[in-house]
């Protein structure tokens, strides 16, 4: 039983060996975030006026909307649900999203040419309801704030009744605390409507970020271009909430060297062969019933590409995670966990890139150092925002006092 | 370019997203009439001499008013074919009949100008445009720089300015929107020496296109593209050739925006959608919470 875990900033040394590394690509990466906005997309990307848009906007930008499903798949289930003895993946799993999704609009801003303007999306008298992409950008835009909410409550637990700044600003302390307990008193008694909120505003994005290619039918591949294609983007990203969350639990234990949450995760692991299941009959039904099946075996690069999501992010790790024996190994989760997450990723990235097809460009779009760089500093960053966190605020549950019956009751909303 | 299995599988792709969309194409074959008074240019291909005339007026207007003539009247750029970009709105291309390899045709392209234009429906804070008379239009100002515009376009049209950091906007033709609001033709038409490019009102000019098919022909073949590809746009062209030898992409003949726009519209409509899951979620939550004090009271 995990009855003894209770949440507390974690207390370890920020630099190792792997953080240092970490480190060094998140400083290569936002040189190149520098030339990004010193020189313009041009010599920075390979972007071009038939690919309008790259790895930024596939990998960055929707592949970090799906990876940050964990926060409101764990949500729903924690507390829409009720299923309470998974409350310990729930702080992580919102970190990770409040922090994901803190990147992708990194990601966005770093990929519009006019980024100044981002806000007019908020403009009533620019609202565009025809577009997709607006409600995906009005949904993210709602959504982080949702999650930012969502985290104060573990904010006020950190710094209630201890808020100490230096002699300098000292005299904040009172106003601190002051905002401290309305917070306290006010903001954390009504977070079930944000939590309801988050999972509304991520089923209609995460669903909207399909839809978008779908304006676009005589350039992209049959393989990908299909009416529920926003179906298909909302059940990927539902499945890959649960693995995402065993995958850094077992890595954040890993490098905190804690032993990991082995029978919450197995436990938790448990949906995840159904909801994959389900999403890969409606992938080959979708597949049979447009006749488009022969392109999946015709040898081309898209097919190989589609053979390879398919297998390796979907029925692999379907097979590893409903065989008990495997699903209770923390090899074994963590090899399945993995699949599913870069099967994703794999979707995402044929779904924007590979079926992509400009009607005159000769030369394929591939990304420049450049580009991969940014995107690698991106991710580096999060991790080690996540590292600082965690040891900040109370996340992570270590064995410790307490009953979670009572934890429960005191974290329950 | 020729059409590929792959091709047709798309378009039945497109057609699979109508149906689900719960929507009969019931325009097919008739071009929408809401646009006939609309502006358009009909541009009859077996007149055009790859002059570049169009070129340098458009350059001339959009560009650079000291555009020099002599650029313009170069003919060995059609070895390569090009496309127009942020420098250019429009350009002539050659292209070949495999029917008959020695005669030699040109054509001008540039935004076609559609009926129902994919980029601004696709525009998430409408920069795009598409006017009552005719022209789609560009406001920098309200644009972000998001470039859905360029993967939307089903004519790979709209340019982007890649290498400008600070300010880039999205270039294309705009039908001389300025010089009709000045009751002038657009530049290139009023260039054309060899009456290729006719400017009128779309309805008319589909009239006379018919009419030109009918009296020529061995000239014409019997398709108006632009009539109905892609729901119908303002440019319109005839050829002597299939259109599959030109560079003019092969394209359904309904527009394809009102399908994903009614996906959209679909999910918001009067927010009741999100609102009723919202609701449920919350009841699901309620009961659930009920369920368990009522198990603690039992304990």
Known sequence: MNSHEIPVPIKAKFFTPGTTILFAIMVVGFIALAFRFLFGLGPVTNLTNGYGWGIWIAIDVSCGVALAAGGFTTAALVYIFHKEKYHLVIRPALLTAMLGYTFVAIGVVTDLGRYYNIWHVMLPSMWQGNSALFEVGMCVMTYLTVLYIEFIPIAVERFKGKVNLPSLISFLNKIIEFFINIADKTLCRVTFLFIIAGVVLSCLHQSSLGTLMLLTPTKMH??????????????????????????????????????PELDVLSSIARYTPFILGFYLALKVGDICIREVLPYAFDLSTESIFFLIELIFGVVIPLIILSTKKYRNSVGGLFTGAILVILGVVLNRINFFLVAYQPLYQEKAYFPTIWEMLVTAGFICTLVLLYRVFVMIFPVVSVPGKGDAEQLVEMKNV | MKIKRRDFVRLAGTGCLTLLAGDVIAKEGVGPSEWENAYGVLVDTTVCVGCRQCEWACKKTNFDPNADKADFEDKSVFKKHRRPDELSYTVVNEYHDPAKPEAVYTMKVQCMHCNEPACVSGCIVGALEKTKDGPVIYDAWKCIGCRYCIVACPFQIPAYEYDNALTPQIRKCTLCFNRLKEGKKPACVEACPTEALIFGARGKLLGLAHSKIKTHPDRYKNHIYGEHEIGGTSWLYLTTVDFKNTELPELPSYSIPPKTEKIQHGIFKWFIPPIAFYGLLGLIMYSKENNKNKQKVEK
Do not use: N
């Open chain 1, 222 to 259: 049959p393989l990908w271009y299909t009416p529920i294609s926003p179906l298909l983007f909302l059940v990927s990203a539902i499945a890959v909430g649960f693995p995402m969350v065993i995958f850094e639990s077992i890595l954040a234990s890993r490098s905190f060297k804690l032993k």
